[in-house]
């Protein structure tokens, strides 16, 4: 009988509807994406799939290492049956697939998403026109990581990220070493008819001249010694009761570091804090530019839940192409909660939702499991098997 109850026990089927939904936008979008193929002759084991619903668990069960996310694939019943090949996957060939393969179908499969994501997380601020807070983080690598050298003996990459604040969904991303520059990056992520959001590592008179000709518009914190020359004697018109104090079209900067076209700079207090910020948005009250400013905080909670919460910078990877891999997976594992948050709860992305999505998978797993196990428990033996055990 103890043969018998243990096979009946291999055969319980794990399963879990939250995950199925939380995963399903992947599943409709993997036909679109290019077929990962085998450079050789035998067929691919470990498949594209299988790479990206291992990454996903990685990020959504926040493992800390590849030798986790192994050990749960071969020892979790859940991780067995629905992440891992049916055969298993061996470390040799985890490893040589993230950081050999499966870039090229992630970011195709992240812009997909994008656009889902998009159809289904309610927008905000609209009368702003569509806003992209642009940042960069540091994040520690190895010593063995050469290519991220930053300092003499600390290396360190950077991760450039353009943020749609009117959605609160990553739209965008690209990885240098750390001590390449910011600045950039912001007509790669910004695009013609966008306002994209700045800090001041961004400040730059040429680039503001340049994002003007393209069409980028931008919202950019400037230092509060720059020189700025007033191109009429008269600001705008202002509340004596607001917090701004300053509002002028202006001329940045002196010499050849002078701005060629004009544009606005506002300046506001909050907290005895003075800011002054630069843009070309003259269409805007001197208090909304100050608004969109502001959100430029949401790309660092995003920064900060997403560190903290997915682990996404726990390394598994120290190759560029395996670390970007890993990040997209990361960004992926964001949409699919953003998109699952959207259509199940009508809400944002919270740390409650995630929490509760979580157990909930682990709740509907431990149900199947208990169901099936007292079922098998109350069944009645035969008397030749009573007999047998005693």
């Given at each position: 009988?103890?043969?018998?109850?243990?096979?009946?026990?291999?055969?319980?089927?794990?399963?879990?509807?939250?995950?199925?939904k939380f995963i399903a936008p992947t599943r409709i979008r993997l036909p679109h994406v290019t077929p990962l193929t085998s450079r050789g002759d035998k067929p691919l084991s470990f498949t594209f799939q299988h790479q990206l619903e291992a990454l996903i668990f990685l990020h959504l069960q926040g493992f800390e290492s590849g030798a986790a996310l192994l050990q749960a694939m071969e020892e979790d019943g859940f991780a067995r049956k629905h992440i891992a090949p049916p055969d298993g996957v061996k470390k040799s060939t985890f490893y040589d697939a993230i950081n050999d393969r499966g870039l090229l179908q992630l970011q195709e499969l992240f812009a997909?998403?994008?656009?889902?994501?998009?159809?289904?997380?309610?927008?905000?601020?609209?009368?702003?026109?569509?806003?992209?807070?642009?940042?960069?983080?540091?994040?520690?690598?190895?010593?063995?990581?050469?290519?991220?050298?930053?300092?003499?003996?600390?290396?360190?990459?950077?991760?450039?990220?353009?943020?749609?604040?009117?959605?609160?969904?990553?739209?965008?991303?690209?990885?240098?070493?750390?001590?390449?520059?910011?600045?950039?990056?912001?007509?790669?992520?910004?695009?013609?008819?966008?306002?994209?959001?700045?800090?001041?590592?961004?400040?730059?008179?040429?680039?503001?001249?340049?994002?003007?000709?393209?069409?980028?518009?931008?919202?950019?914190?400037?230092?509060?010694?720059?020189?700025?020359?007033?191109?009429?004697?008269?600001?705008?018109?202002?509340?004596?009761?607001?917090?701004?104090?300053?509002?002028?079209?202006?001329?940045?900067?002196?010499?050849?570091?002078?701005?060629?076209?004009?544009?606005?700079?506002?300046?506001?207090?909050?907290?005895?804090?003075?800011?002054?910020?630069?843009?070309?948005?003259?269409?805007?009250?001197?208090?909304?530019?100050?608004?969109?400013?502001?959100?430029?905080?949401?790309?660092?909670?995003?920064?900060?839940?997403?560190?903290?919460?997915?682990?996404?910078?726990?390394?598994?990877?120290?190759?560029?192409?395996?670390?970007?891999?890993?990040?997209?997976?990361?960004?992926?594992?964001?949409?699919?909660?953003?998109?699952?948050?959207?259509?199940?709860?009508?809400?944002?992305?919270?740390?409650?939702?995630?929490?509760?999505?979580?157990?909930?998978?682990?709740?509907?797993?431990?149900?199947?499991?208990?169901?099936?196990?007292?079922?098998?428990?109350?069944?009645?033996?035969?008397?030749?098997?009573?007999?047998?055990?005693?």
């Amino acid at each position: 009988m103890q043969m018998a109850t243990t096979k009946t026990l291999n055969n319980i089927v794990l399963n879990s509807h939250a995950y199925k939904k939380f995963i399903a936008p992947t599943r409709i979008r993997l036909p679109h994406v290019t077929p990962l193929t085998s450079r050789g002759d035998k067929p691919l084991s470990f498949t594209f799939q299988h790479q990206l619903e291992a990454l996903i668990f990685l990020h959504l069960q926040g493992f800390e290492s590849g030798a986790a996310l192994l050990q749960a694939m071969e020892e979790d019943g859940f991780a067995r049956k629905h992440i891992a090949p049916p055969d298993g996957v061996k470390k040799s060939t985890f490893y040589d697939a993230i950081n050999d393969r499966g870039l090229l179908q992630l970011q195709e499969l992240f812009a997909q998403l994008c656009q889902d994501a998009g159809a289904v997380v309610s927008r905000e601020f609209a009368e702003f026109g569509d806003l992209v807070a642009v940042d960069g983080s540091l994040v520690e690598a190895t010593l063995s990581m050469h290519w991220a050298e930053y300092r003499k003996k600390n290396n360190k990459f950077r991760v450039h990220v353009g943020f749609n604040v009117n959605q609160g969904i990553p739209q965008k991303l690209f990885l240098t070493p750390g001590k390449d520059g910011e600045r950039p990056f912001v007509s790669k992520i910004v695009n013609p008819g966008q306002t994209g959001i700045l800090d001041r590592g961004y400040q730059d008179h040429g680039e503001f001249d340049q994002w003007q000709e393209d069409g980028r518009h931008f919202v950019c914190r400037i230092k509060k010694r720059t020189l700025k020359e007033l191109i009429t004697l008269e600001q705008f018109d202002m509340d004596p009761e607001t917090f701004i104090f300053f509002d002028a079209k202006v001329r940045l900067g002196h010499g050849q570091s002078k701005t060629k076209k004009p544009l606005r700079v506002v300046g506001y207090r909050i907290a005895r804090t003075e800011y002054y910020v630069a843009t070309d948005r003259f269409d805007l009250k001197a208090e909304e530019v100050a608004t969109i400013y502001k959100l430029r905080w949401e790309v660092e909670k995003f920064f900060a839940w997403w560190k903290k919460q997915l682990n996404v910078y726990h390394l598994i990877a120290r190759s560029p192409y395996g670390v970007l891999v890993q990040i997209f997976a990361g960004l992926i594992t964001y949409l699919l909660m953003a998109i699952y948050c959207a259509e199940q709860h009508g809400e944002r992305v919270s740390m409650k939702r995630v929490r509760q999505l979580k157990t909930q998978i682990q709740n509907e797993l431990r149900g199947t499991h208990t169901k099936q196990t007292e079922a098998i428990c109350h069944q009645k033996r035969p008397p030749d098997e009573l007999n047998a055990r005693t």
